[in-house]
């Protein structure tokens, strides 16, 4: 998504935004993200861009168990 192609449909008509829908929250605290959708075919992917509320997962991976590694 991030290039400009859709990754589900293969074709451009990308578009995104930050912060354009509900508010994302890591440990209580809302975050930096980026939304992106696909204009063909409506497949949308959000991305975390702050750095520090991303390393905080791998924290309360091995602390609380609460997110886990997909495989």
Same mark, same amino acid.
């Given at each position: 998504m991030k290039s400009g192609k859709c990754?589900?449909?293969g074709l451009s008509n990308v578009y995104f935004k930050e912060y354009a829908l509900d508010a994302v929250n890591l440990d209580g605290k809302r975050v930096e993200y980026v939304d %992106?959708?696909?204009?063909?075919?409506? %497949?949308?992917?959000? %991305?975390?861009?702050?750095?520090?509320?991303?390393?905080?997962?791998?924290?309360?991976?091995?602390?609380?168990?609460?997110?886990?590694k997909a495989r």
């Open positions: 990754p589900k449909c %992106y959708v696909c204009t063909d075919c409506g %497949y949308f992917e959000t %991305y975390i861009t702050d750095k520090d509320a991303l390393s905080k997962i791998l924290t309360r991976t091995g602390e609380l168990g609460d997110w886990r």
